[in-house]
């Protein structure tokens, strides 16, 4: 487990955390990369906050280097950006994109479930099952986004499209971010899941026409409420 801290302090846009001890299972980059796309994604680390490189040493005492490459990781990622003259920051939420990648979403997504709904055979549907549960029992928006992603991952590997199904996944780093902020701010968590119950019976049931038009709902949906909650300033939070 990587060793989360809470004492938090932003003033002139660093969050401040207590040193953070690596485990070694993986290399020091991507460790400390997994520990900053999780604060960013809770929102501990805010849109716009600072992430110096030397602050950041001294945080997880090493060198400048393996932060250099765990910032180029969340860069890669969408999660950070390098801003002229201001150094490497957590990247913006915006409705712009919310909206873009909702669209691109609706672009993608419809349509592996109505392949899939043709290969019904193909789909794990223990695994289905299990993350519809899973996301009931679910208590923080990591545990939702976990469930949410396995559903989705269960239907659309019986679709066979693995270029589109690596394009869906890519999107995941940037959408989680503005899911989280959502079901932190709603409860929209609940009605999303009785939509996924729904899709599978219709994938199930071979109804292809069908799931494409319960799936365009399901992400507009999504996309309508996390606008709302951008809307109302939540990501400041």
Same mark, same amino acid.
Not at 172 to 183: C, D, G, Q
């Given at each position: ?32 990369? $997994? ?14 906050? *600072? ?39 957590? !990247? ?11 669209? @691109?979403? @609706? $672009?993608?997504?419809?349509?592996? $479930? ?19 549960? $899973? ?11 976990? !469930? ?12 066979? *499209?693995?270029?589109? @199904?690596? @394009? ?43 799931? *494409? *038009? ?24």
């Amino acid at each position: 487990m990587i060793h989360r801290q809470t004492d938090v302090n932003n003033q002139d846009g660093i969050v401040t955390l207590d040193p953070t001890p690596l485990p070694s299972r993986r290399s020091m980059p991507a460790e400390i990369a $997994a520990l900053l796309r999780e604060e960013i994604l809770d929102g501990v680390l805010a849109p716009d906050a *600072r992430l110096p490189q030397e602050h950041l040493a001294r945080r997880f005492g090493t060198s400048q280097a393996p932060i250099r490459e765990a910032l180029r990781r969340l860069e890669a990622e969408g999660l950070a950006v390098s801003v002229a003259n201001r150094g490497v920051r957590v !990247a913006g939420l915006s409705a712009a994109e919310a909206e873009e990648i909702g669209a @691109l979403r @609706l $672009a993608l997504e419809p349509g592996l $479930a109505e392949r899939a709904a043709g290969r019904a055979a193909l789909v794990d549907v223990a695994a289905a099952r299990a993350a519809i549960g $899973a996301m009931e029992r679910a208590s923080t928006p990591a545990a939702l986004m976990t !469930a949410n992603a396995a559903f989705h991952d269960a239907l659309y590997a019986a679709a066979d *499209r693995p270029i589109t @199904l690596e @394009l869906v996944t890519g999107l995941r780093a940037r959408y989680e971010r503005y899911l989280r902020l959502m079901w932190r701010m709603t409860g929209h968590a609940a009605l999303s899941n009785d939509e996924h119950g729904e899709i599978l019976a219709l994938v199930l049931a071979g109804d292809g026409v069908e799931v *494409r *038009r319960v799936m365009e709902r399901h992400i507009a949906g999504s996309t309508a409420e996390i606008l709302k909650a951008l809307g109302a300033g939540g990501w400041k939070g």
